[in-house]
């Protein structure tokens, strides 16, 4: 009986373990990309099977939200940007919505879990934004200027970080 209240206790400590070395891989700011330099173009599928390519949008402001249906933190992101969708319309965003290692079942079954709005674009990455931004952190959200360079690149953002950024980037500030 003690050998397995001691197995039990080392048990909840491991998964405590874990669940802070997840915590702190996929939560956070982290940059990769200098702010100010080009973003870097990828192509892929839509969820409904189109060529896309990022680079298509320049002349709009992109938030870029790369990240699974899996990670709880990429969640909790979605729920953050659908709060702040109104005003990211207003403004001229465009939300790309990227989802890494992916199908689409896995896709449409996340959004309609979750009750989330649907991106302007949902891509199913295929390796392409993964390599191109150097994927290592999820959620890693990007501000995208008209001119096609990075405002913003780093971890989860909070809806008032979310509305102040947007405002800076299309004042041009």
Sequence with gaps: MAALLVCGVFVSKFLLGVLLWCSLIFSGAVSADPIGSPAADFSAQTLGGQAFQLSALKGQP????????????????????????????ENGVRLVDVFIDETARSVERYYRAGG?????????????????????????????DEDFNIVRDGGDLSARQLKSLVTDMVEGR
């Design 62 to 89: 992109i938030l870029l939200k790369i990240g699974t249906t899996w990670c709880p933190s990429c969640r909790t992101q979605a729920k953050t940007i659908d709060k702040v969708r109104p005003f990211l319309v």
């Design 116 to 144: 989330y709005k649907k991106a302007d674009a949902i891509i199913l990455d295929n390796g392409s934004a993964y390599e191109q931004y150097n994927v290592y952190v999820i959620p890693r959200v990007l501000l995208i």
